[in-house]
């Protein structure tokens, strides 16, 4: 009757499964970006804008 | 997307691809490695972006490709990536406060990385399976059953009752040990 695995696996094991992941997952986007992030995006706005200034 | 709109949602992305990197590189700071390549990358082909489509699912589908290229590169010095994946996923579990979400990681680590990435995609970012195989350049039944297989490993590797109850608070040295038993016999 099931054909797929995943049929067999019941909705409780399932829902558990995924509470799982998601706290998981969740620990890590919550944590703090580091500050390296952000002043990677600021050095390329400014090279790009350095790179304008010079062009015109 | 006008540049500071732009500079906006990849700021508010970034949680994300951390979260997303570590799905391939369990090691914190080649996760993060990867997320940079995967910001300039993004930045220098922001026009290529189409206004109206998730823009999540563009970053996530640039950072596996900076990944893939990188891993092709690290394929000619190191014999098996995957293994240096489950290395580093052996000094991992003592950082985390409670053992059963440390023997979830230990688990997820096992799954073949396809898998894992497949599972992550629907089943923490919440893509539908379209979207995830659009991201993985895959077909959308493929999606459907890397998600199947990787739910059907990790019941194997935990344990249906456990899960069921929620965790292993109670006995957290004998779940652990229950997992490598698991894996061995697997």
Redesign the interface.
């Known amino acids: 009757m099931d054909i797929e695995p995943a049929a067999s696996l019941d909705e409780a094991i399932q829902g558990a499964l995924g509470r799982k992941l998601r706290e998981s997952y969740e620990e890590i986007v919550n944590e703090q970006v580091p500050e390296k992030f952000i002043q990677l995006l600021n050095e390329l706005k400014n090279t790009e804008h350095g790179d304008k200034g010079r062009n015109s | 997307m006008a ?1 500071p709109d732009f ?1 906006q949602s ?2 508010g992305a ?3 691809l ?2 997303f990197a ?1 799905s391939f590189a369990n090691d914190p700071a080649r996760a ?1 490695d990867l ?2 390549e995967t ?2 990358k993004a ?2 082909s922001r026009d290529s972006f189409t206004p109206g489509t998730n823009f999540r699912a563009w970053l996530f589908t640039i950072l596996r490709n900076v990944y893939f290229s990188q891993h092709r590169k690290l394929r000619r010095e190191v014999d098996d990536p995957d293994d240096q994946y489950q290395n580093s996923l052996a000094v991992q579990p003592e950082q985390y406060g409670y053992l ?2 440390a023997d ?2 230990a688990a ?1 680590g096992l799954l073949p990385s396809d898998q894992r990435e497949a ?2 995609l629907v ?3 919440g893509f539908s399976y379209e979207e995830a195989a659009e991201i993985c350049g895959c077909a959308v039944g493929t999606i459907k059953s890397r ?3 990787a ?2 490993r ?2 194997e590797l935990l344990g ?1 009752s456990e ?2 109850s ?1 965790g292993s608070a109670a006995n957290p040295t004998a779940h652990g040990s229950r997992l490598v038993k698991d894996t061995a016999r697997g």
């Open positions: 540049a500079e990849l700021v970034i949680p994300h951390r979260a570590r993060d997320v940079q910001l300039v930045w220098n059963d979400l979830f990681r997820l599972l992550v089943g923490a970012e998600v199947n297989r739910r059907n990790l019941v249906d899960l069921k929620g």
